[in-house]
DNA sequence: AGCCAAAGTTTGTATATACAAACAAGCTGT
DNA sequence: ACAGCTTGTTTGTATATACAAACTTTGGCT
C-alpha cells in the first residue's frame, strides 16, 4: 500500500514521520560508501568546515539534542575520526587527519543523496515542501 | 536556532527529520491523556474501526514494518486493549471492551492533535505539504 | 573569599523502529 | 502425498534519539 492511499494520508503525523523514516533510508543507502550513518556524516561535514565547533553549536545546527550530539561524537571519536578537547567547561571538535581526508568522500555521497531524491519531485515543489517543513518544525520548537 | 536558519535548511534529510521529531513531540502530548504514544493510538483506532484486522494489513496502513506492528500489538495487549486469536498462519486483533471504551478520548485527542498543529501554518499550505509529503514517501518505497 | 546560579557536557535509562532470521501454516507441482 | 516455496507473524538484536539527572566550570553577588 502506498502512503497517498492509507486512511492517514491527511494526517501531518503520519506523513511526517512515514517520509521521515523512508528518506532517512535512503540516506543510509547513500552514505554507505564512508560506513557512516546520515547523522554521523552531517556531523563530520559541520567539523570538518568549522574545526574546533562545540557540541551545544552543533546541537543547534542539527537540531538535534545535546545528549545526542554526544554521543554521535563518540562514536566518531572511537572511529579516529574527530577529537575532542576540553576547555574547561566547554568541550571543542576537530576532526583527524582521516576525517580530513574523508571530506571528498563525504561531499559525493551529499551529492548523490541530493540528485537521487531530487529526481522524485519536482524540483519546485520539493523546494516550497522543505522550507514548509522546516517553517513548521520551527513553530513546533 | 531554528531549524530554518540551519546551515542545513535546504536538507530533505535535514527538514524530514526535525520535523517528524518535533511533531512526534507534540503527538505525545496530545495523546497523553490516553496515556498510549501516538503509534499505539493510531493502531487502536484502526482496529476499533475495523475489528479483526490482521497485523500485516495494518502495516501497510500505517507504514510500519510487520515487526514494529507485532511489539506495538503486544504492548497494547498488556494493557488489556486489545486481543489477539491466531487462525491459521494468520492473527486477528479485536479491540477489547476497554479498547472499545477508549474510543471517544482516542477521538478527542486525534481532533486536539490536528486542532493543535493546524494553527500553526496555514491550512492550505499545510494539506498541499502533507500531499507532497505522502508522494514523496510512496516514491522512496 | 565563598557560595550559589547558570551554562555546557556527559551518563543512565527509555522509547520507537527496523532488519534478519526463525517459525508456522497453507499451497503447488509432480 | 509430500517436498519445497510462499506468506504471515514473531523473536533476537541493533540503531537513533531523547529526557532527566549528574557533573563541571565559570561568573556574579554578598
Chains 1, 2 share one sequence.
Not at 514521520?17 to 556524516?41: F, G, Q, Y
Not at 539534542?65 to 563518540?74: A, C, M, V
Not at 587527519?97 to 551529492?111: R, W, Y
Request: net charge positive; hydrophobic share 40%; glycine share 2%.
Amino acid at each position: 500500500m502506498k502512503a497517498t492511499e492509507s486512511k492517514y494520508n491527511k494526517c501531518l503525523y503520519f506523513a511526517a514521520n512515514t517520509l521521515a523514516r523512508k528518506v532517512e533510508k535512503l540516506a543510509i543507502e547513500s552514505w554507505k560508501p564512508v560506513k557512516l550513518s546520515p547523522s554521523h556524516a552531517y556531523l563530520l561535514l559541520m567539523v570538518l568546515e568549522q574545526p574546533g565547533l562545540q557540541p551545544g553549536c552543533l546541537a543547534n545546527h542539527l537540531q538535534l539534542s545535546p545528549s545526542t550530539i554526544t554521543r554521535l561524537i563518540e562514536k566518531l571519536e572511537e572511529k579516529k575520526l574527530v577529537t575532542r578537547s576540553t576547555e574547561g567547561k566547554t568541550t571543542l571538535v576537530f576532526p583527524s587527519s582521516e576525517g580530513k581526508a574523508l571530506l571528498p568522500s563525504l561531499k559525493d555521497c551529499l551529492e548523490d543523496f541530493e540528485k537521487n531524491s531530487c529526481c522524485l519531485i519536482d524540483i519546485h515543489e520539493r523546494e516550497r515542501m522543505v522550507f514548509s517543513m522546516c517553517t513548521l518544525a520551527d513553530k513546533l520548537a
